[in-house]
């Protein structure tokens, strides 16, 4: 078959892909079942063989929203390349948003509402726990780096280069990198013993998400998707050989980054399929809903965790509830976090200037608050 039928004859900029904002609510749906279920459950629970396969079955989350932040990050730099050339105000209002995502991930780990009682929490050699690097640091640092890159190699076809070289790099060199001692606030990014998501490995799977993109936008829809499917049946399979033979493989091994690789391939296929069979203004609700991946993954960690506002719901609930209540439990949680994401968007979008204000108000009365406080 000749290639120009696989090649989109229109490589202009690229529409808003339906498909990757369904896989964000799948995505961030899966997220807060896992983090409830592994928070409240019994103990004993836990312990039952279903649950490793739980476990196992959500491996895919964290890639996924890696994978998602590196496809929609080359989309941007295809359909506004002049942004970037250029450095315009566009630009640079980009650059701030992703430093906001980092800023956010040290926020949700404030250990006081109070910025004097940190600083002396701090002091003491206790904040490990606030410098450890989660999917949202990781995400941002990855954005800074895609965004450097593309303002040094300006065309397309080098930026996708150096990113696919680059993923394989943060794939392999984990066990390196781990050893590093640069600054205490810089070791959590390069040493997995420390943080869940360090850049060596975590960010290969945002280097396959810019690879992605750059073929979704150069090659007929249909097959990319195909490509894709290949590329999903080839490795996710492998998963399970492991799983039945109850060895417990390393997490950032080759073979679970495959994996993992694997399902999110999948999962992008079979949203593509549920939108080009059923879509409708259900699944256009679910795609709202997944757009406002910041606010929910931020409001559903303050409501099953806990945050400098409050305990949440965990000292109610905390290792201590069978299946059946964690499920109704969660479908209630999961009820409110989109039910107020789409509140959320919907103020963006119909009243932008009361939600500029607002949210401007917040965290202009936050950090008053956070410098005044004593306790």
Not at 150 to 171: D, N, P
Not at 240 to 249: D, K, Q, T
Request: aromatic share 18%; with cysteine; charged share 15%.
């Amino acid at each position: 078959m000749s290639w120009s039928k696989w090649l989109n004859a229109d490589a202009g900029p690229v529409k808003r892909v339906d498909s990757v904002d369904l896989f964000r609510f799948i995505v961030l749906f899966f997220m807060i079942q896992g983090h409830l279920f592994r928070a409240y459950l019994l103990p004993s629970v836990r312990q039952e063989p279903w649950f490793r396969l739980h476990e196992v079955l959500h491996g895919f989350v964290a890639p996924g929203f890696l994978f998602v932040a590196g496809f929609a990050a080359f989309l941007s730099f295809h359909n506004k390349h002049q942004n970037y050339v250029r450095l315009d105000q566009a630009f640079f209002r980009r650059v701030r948003r992703i430093l906001f995502v980092i800023a956010v991930g040290y926020w949700v780990h404030l250990p006081f509402f109070s910025l004097r009682k940190t600083l002396a929490f701090a002091s003491r050699g206790q904040a490990a726990d606030f410098l450890r690097v989660d999917i949202l640091q990781c995400i941002g640092v990855g954005l800074l780096l895609f965004t450097l890159l593309a303002v040094l190699l300006k065309k397309e076809k080098a930026v996708v280069l150096v990113s696919a070289l680059a993923g394989v790099l943060f794939f392999l060199l984990r066990e390196i990198t781990k050893n590093i001692r640069l600054h205490p606030a810089i070791d959590p990014y390069l040493d997995y013993r420390v943080s869940m998501f360090p850049l060596f490995p975590w960010l290969g799977f945002l280097c396959l998400g810019i690879v992605a993109a750059y073929l979704y936008a150069r090659m007929r829809k249909e097959h990319f998707f195909r490509l894709l499917l290949a590329a999903g049946l080839l490795s996710f399979p492998w998963f399970f050989f492991w799983f039945r033979s109850g060895l417990a493989r390393p997490m950032h091994d080759l073979l679970s980054i495959l994996n993992k690789a694997g399902a999110v391939f999948l999962l992008l296929c079979l949203c593509d399929l549920l939108l080009r069979r059923w879509g409708g203004r259900f699944l256009d609700l679910l795609k709202r809903a997944g757009s406002e991946s910041l606010f929910v993954y931020v409001l559903h960690l303050f409501i099953i965790f806990s945050s400098v506002f409050g305990k949440g719901l965990k000292p109610l609930f905390a290792d201590s509830l069978t299946v059946f209540p964690a499920l109704l439990l969660f479908l209630a949680v999961q009820m409110l976090v989109f039910a107020l994401a789409l509140l959320y968007q919907h103020l963006k979008e119909k009243r932008p200037l009361l939600w500029r204000w607002g949210f401007r108000a917040f965290w202009a009365l936050f950090l008053l608050l956070f410098v005044l406080r004593r306790h």
